[in-house]
C-alpha cells in the first residue's frame, strides 16, 4: 500500500494501488489530442471562419442537400437491410447447427478485413452492366450500377457484421430457459418470440444498426466505384468533400464536413437516449 | 412432454427459411465479390497478374504500404495498453468521456479524417507555410499517409483491451505491486498474459485496417504514383486507366490479406473461444 501514502493525491481520482495512472493517461490524453482532437478542431475553426452567408452556401447548396439526402437515405436503408439479415445471420449461428457454420461465422467479419477500394471495384465490376448480378438486373429494369441503388449495395455490404456481431452475444447468453418457462405458462412462439426474446434484443440490434448506420454515412472506397457519382443523383456527401479539396476550397470542404459530423453525432445521441429508454422499459 | 421437441426450438419451416435467407444474402454480399475478385484477375490467365504485381510502381506501393502498417500499428498498440491501463485499472472522472473521445475516429468519415490533416499540414493550413519553409512535407507524402492511418485505426486496440481487462479487474495487479512488483513487471508479468490474446486480435485487426485504408489516405496522398500511392491507392488508379486485370490482380493481393487475417481470426476464435468482446 506504498503507493497510497507517499503517492501523489489526485482529488478527482479514486486512489488504487495500481500503479502507472499518471504516465499512462499522460500518453493516452497527449496521443489523442495530438492525432484527434486538434486537428478535428481545425476543421471547426476553419468552417466557423466563414460568413454565415458563404458557410450556407456552401454547407447547404442544392448540390450538397441532394448529397446529404442520398448518404443518410442510402445509410438508413442499408443499415436496415443489414438489421433484417444480420439477425437472421446471427439467429443461424447461435441457434442452429448446419455444414458450413464455421465458414459463415469466418466470412461475416470480410468486409471489417477487405479493403474498401478492393470490395468498391468488385462490387462495381459485379452489379455492372456486363456483371454476373448486373447484367440479368439491367434485363428486368433494375439497373444498381451508377445509381442510389449502388450506393445502398455499397453500404449494406460495409455495414454487413455490424448488427451480426452486436446481437450474437446476447442471443448467446438468452437462456433457453427463459423460453421454454414462456411456453409452458401458455404462451405461443410468436407471444414468446415478441414479448421474451425481442426485448432483450432490442438494444444490442439497435446499437449494431447504429455503428452499420454511422460506417455508411462516411463511408467512401466502397461507393465511388459503383455510384457513378453523378451530381443530384448518386453523389455521396464525402465525395463532394474530395471535390472542393481537389479545387482548395478548404472552407467549403469544412462546412461539408461539419454538417456530416454534426449529423453523425445527432444520430448518436439519438441511438444513446433510445438505448437508455428501452432498458429502462425493459426493467420496469 | 417429449424432449424430442423442445418448446423453444423452432418449427422446420422456420429454420429453412433462415438459413436459405442466410445461405442468399452471404452469397450475393460476400461470395459472389470475392470471386469477382479472383475471376477477374485471372481472366487472362497467371502471366499478366504476376506482370502487374511485379511493375515497380506495385511494389513501390506494397512498400509503402507496409511502413505504414509498422509505424501506424505499433502507435496503436502503444497508446491501447496505455489508453486500456488507465481506463479499466483506474477510477477517475471523466473516464467515460475519454472512453467516447477514443472512439470518436469510428464516427468521423474516413474522408474527414484525410482533411483535418491537409487544414493542419497543407500549404493554406495551420502549419503549411511554415512547414514548407524548412522544406518539409507533411502533405502529398508519406507521413501524411501514416497519420491518417494512426487516426482511422486509432481505436482499435484500445477497444479490444478496455473491456477485457476491466473484466479482469485488479485484485492480481494488487497483489503483484504488494509483493514488491513494479509497474512495468506488473503489466508484463500479470496483466499481459491474461490479455494477450485480445491483443493478438486488435494487432490483427488494426493491421488489416492499416494496410487496406483507402479514404483518409486518398485525401493526403497527392496520388504520385510509385511515391505516395499505397496499394488501395495502386488499386484505384489501374482501375481507373481501365487496366481491369492489373486491379484485380493487385486488389487479389488485398484480399489475400484479408482472408488470411480472417484465418488466423478464426484460429484465434478456436483456441480462445469466449474471448472477443464486442464488435471492432
Given at each position: 500500500?506504498?503507493?497510497?501514502?507517499?503517492?501523489?493525491?489526485?482529488?478527482?481520482?479514486?486512489?488504487?494501488?495500481?500503479?502507472?495512472?499518471g504516465?499512462?493517461?499522460?500518453?493516452?490524453?497527449?496521443?489523442?489530442?495530438?492525432?484527434?482532437?486538434?486537428?478535428?478542431?481545425?476543421?471547426?475553426?476553419r468552417?466557423a471562419a466563414?460568413?454565415?452567408?458563404?458557410?450556407?452556401?456552401?454547407?447547404?447548396?442544392?448540390?450538397a442537400?441532394?448529397?446529404?439526402?442520398?448518404?443518410?437515405?442510402?445509410?438508413?436503408?442499408?443499415?436496415?437491410?443489414?438489421?433484417?439479415?444480420?439477425?437472421?445471420?446471427?439467429?443461424?449461428l447461435?441457434?442452429?447447427?448446419f455444414?458450413?457454420?464455421?465458414?459463415?461465422?469466418?466470412?461475416?467479419?470480410?468486409?471489417?478485413?477487405?479493403?474498401?477500394?478492393?470490395?468498391?471495384?468488385?462490387?462495381?465490376?459485379?452489379?455492372?452492366?456486363?456483371?454476373?448480378?448486373?447484367?440479368?438486373?439491367?434485363?428486368?429494369?433494375?439497373?444498381?450500377?451508377?445509381?442510389?441503388?449502388?450506393?445502398?449495395?455499397?453500404?449494406?455490404?460495409?455495414?454487413?457484421?455490424?448488427?451480426?456481431?452486436?446481437?450474437?452475444?446476447?442471443?448467446?447468453?438468452?437462456?433457453?430457459?427463459?423460453e421454454?418457462a414462456?411456453?409452458?405458462?401458455?404462451?405461443?412462439?410468436?407471444?414468446?418470440?415478441?414479448?421474451?426474446?425481442?426485448?432483450?434484443?432490442?438494444?444490442?440490434?439497435?446499437?449494431?444498426?447504429?455503428?452499420?448506420f454511422?460506417r455508411?454515412l462516411?463511408?467512401?472506397?466502397?461507393v465511388?466505384?459503383?455510384?457513378?457519382?453523378?451530381?443530384?443523383?448518386?453523389?455521396?456527401?464525402?465525395?463532394?468533400?474530395?471535390?472542393?479539396?481537389?479545387?482548395?476550397?478548404?472552407?467549403?470542404?469544412?462546412?461539408?464536413?461539419?454538417?456530416?459530423?454534426?449529423?453523425?453525432?445527432?444520430?448518436?445521441?439519438?441511438?444513446?437516449?433510445?438505448?437508455?429508454?428501452?432498458?429502462?422499459?425493459?426493467?420496469? | 412432454m417429449?424432449?424430442?421437441?423442445?418448446?423453444?426450438?423452432?418449427?422446420?419451416?422456420?429454420?429453412?427459411?433462415?438459413?436459405?435467407?442466410?445461405?442468399?444474402?452471404?452469397?450475393?454480399?460476400?461470395?459472389?465479390?470475392?470471386?469477382t475478385?479472383?475471376?477477374?484477375?485471372?481472366a487472362?490467365?497467371?502471366?499478366?497478374?504476376?506482370?502487374?504485381?511485379?511493375?515497380?510502381?506495385?511494389?513501390?506501393?506494397?512498400?509503402?504500404?507496409?511502413?505504414?502498417?509498422?509505424?501506424?500499428?505499433?502507435?496503436?498498440l502503444?497508446?491501447?495498453?496505455?489508453?486500456s491501463?488507465?481506463?479499466?485499472?483506474?477510477?477517475?472522472?471523466?473516464?467515460?468521456?475519454?472512453?467516447?473521445?477514443?472512439?470518436?475516429?469510428?464516427?468521423?468519415?474516413?474522408?474527414?479524417?484525410?482533411?483535418?490533416?491537409?487544414?493542419?499540414?497543407?500549404?493554406?493550413?495551420?502549419?503549411?507555410?511554415?512547414?514548407?519553409a524548412?522544406?518539409?512535407?507533411?502533405i502529398?507524402?508519406?507521413?501524411?499517409?501514416?497519420?491518417?492511418?494512426?487516426?482511422v485505426?486509432?481505436?482499435?486496440?484500445?477497444?479490444?483491451?478496455?473491456?477485457?481487462?476491466?473484466?479482469?479487474?485488479?485484485?492480481?495487479?494488487?497483489?503483484?505491486?504488494?509483493?514488491?512488483?513494479?509497474?512495468?513487471?506488473?503489466?508484463?508479468?500479470?496483466?499481459?498474459?491474461?490479455?494477450?490474446?485480445?491483443?493478438?486480435y486488435?494487432?490483427?485487426?488494426?493491421?488489416?485496417?492499416?494496410?487496406?485504408?483507402?479514404?483518409?489516405?486518398?485525401?493526403?496522398?497527392?496520388?504520385?504514383?510509385?511515391?505516395?500511392?499505397?496499394?488501395?491507392?495502386?488499386?484505384?488508379?489501374?482501375?481507373?486507366e481501365?487496366?481491369?486485370?492489373?486491379?484485380f490482380?493487385?486488389?487479389?493481393?488485398?484480399?489475400?490479406?484479408?482472408?488470411?487475417?480472417?484465418?488466423?481470426?478464426a484460429?484465434?476464435?478456436?483456441?480462445?473461444?469466449?474471448?472477443?468482446?464486442?464488435?471492432?
Open positions: 500500500m506504498g503507493q497510497a501514502t507517499t503517492g501523489r493525491v489526485w482529488i478527482w481520482r479514486r486512489r488504487t494501488a495500481v500503479p502507472g495512472f504516465a499512462t493517461f499522460g500518453v493516452t490524453v497527449s496521443l489523442l489530442s495530438l492525432v484527434v482532437l486538434i486537428p478535428l478542431a481545425a476543421v471547426a475553426l468552417g466563414l460568413s454565415p452567408d458563404a458557410f450556407v452556401r456552401a454547407a447547404f447548396s442544392a448540390r442537400l441532394a448529397s446529404y439526402r442520398l448518404s443518410v437515405g442510402a445509410a438508413a436503408f442499408a443499415a436496415l437491410i443489414n438489421g433484417v439479415f444480420g439477425l437472421a445471420t446471427a439467429w443461424a447461435v441457434r442452429y447447427t455444414p458450413g457454420r464455421a465458414l459463415l461465422n469466418a466470412f461475416v467479419d470480410l468486409p471489417f478485413a477487405l479493403p474498401t477500394a478492393v470490395a468498391g471495384i468488385s462490387l462495381a465490376v459485379l452489379y455492372g452492366p456486363q456483371g454476373w448480378l448486373g447484367a440479368p438486373l439491367e434485363r428486368l429494369g433494375l439497373p444498381v450500377a451508377n445509381t442510389p441503388a449502388g450506393v445502398t449495395v455499397a453500404l449494406t455490404f460495409i455495414g454487413l457484421p455490424f448488427v451480426v456481431r452486436t446481437v450474437e452475444p446476447v442471443l448467446r447468453d438468452l437462456a433457453l430457459e427463459l421454454e414462456a411456453a409452458t405458462l401458455g404462451a405461443s412462439r410468436l407471444q414468446t418470440l415478441l414479448r421474451v426474446i425481442a426485448p432483450a434484443l432490442a438494444p444490442a440490434w439497435l446499437t449494431g444498426f447504429a455503428l452499420a454511422a455508411g462516411g463511408e467512401y472506397g466502397s465511388i466505384f459503383i455510384a457513378g457519382n453523378m451530381p443530384y443523383r448518386s453523389e455521396i456527401a464525402p465525395l463532394l468533400i474530395t471535390i472542393e479539396l481537389e479545387q482548395f476550397d478548404y472552407a467549403s470542404a469544412s462546412a461539408i464536413a461539419l454538417v456530416m459530423l454534426a449529423i453523425s453525432f445527432v444520430m448518436l445521441a439519438v441511438i444513446n437516449t433510445g438505448q437508455s429508454w428501452m432498458r429502462r422499459s425493459a426493467q420496469g | 417429449s424432449r424430442a421437441s423442445r418448446p423453444a426450438e423452432d418449427p422446420i419451416w422456420l429454420r429453412a427459411g433462415v438459413l436459405i435467407a442466410v445461405a442468399l444474402f452471404m452469397g450475393v454480399m460476400i461470395a459472389l465479390p470475392l470471386a475478385v479472383f475471376l477477374t484477375a485471372l487472362k490467365g497467371l502471366e499478366p497478374v504476376i506482370a502487374a504485381i511485379a511493375a515497380p510502381d506495385a511494389l513501390a506501393a506494397v512498400r509503402l504500404t507496409l511502413l505504414t502498417a509498422a509505424i501506424a500499428v505499433p502507435v496503436n502503444v497508446f491501447g495498453v496505455c489508453a491501463w488507465a481506463v479499466a485499472k483506474h477510477d477517475f472522472a471523466g473516464k467515460s468521456l475519454l472512453v467516447s473521445l477514443i472512439d470518436l475516429p469510428f464516427s468521423v468519415s474516413p474522408v474527414v479524417a484525410g482533411l483535418i490533416y491537409v487544414l493542419v499540414f497543407g500549404l493554406q493550413g495551420w502549419l503549411g507555410p511554415s512547414l514548407e524548412h522544406d518539409i512535407h507533411i502529398f507524402a508519406a507521413p501524411g499517409i501514416v497519420l491518417a492511418t494512426i487516426f485505426t486509432f481505436p482499435f486496440v484500445a477497444r479490444e483491451l478496455i473491456p477485457l481487462m476491466e473484466a479482469q479487474g485488479t485484485d492480481a495487479e494488487e497483489a503483484a505491486v504488494s509483493l514488491g512488483a513494479s509497474g512495468l513487471a506488473t503489466f508484463f508479468r500479470v496483466t499481459a498474459p491474461n490479455v494477450r490474446w485480445g491483443l493478438v486488435g494487432v490483427l485487426l488494426c493491421n488489416a485496417r492499416a494496410m487496406g485504408e483507402f479514404g483518409a489516405v486518398s485525401v493526403v496522398s497527392g496520388r504520385i504514383r510509385g511515391v505516395t500511392t499505397t496499394l488501395p491507392l495502386h488499386v484505384e488508379i489501374l482501375y481507373n481501365y487496366n481491369f486485370v492489373g486491379a490482380a493487385v486488389a487479389g493481393l488485398l484480399c489475400l490479406l484479408a482472408l488470411a487475417t480472417l484465418a488466423a481470426k484460429v484465434l476464435d478456436l483456441a480462445w473461444p469466449e474471448g472477443r468482446a464486442h464488435v471492432g
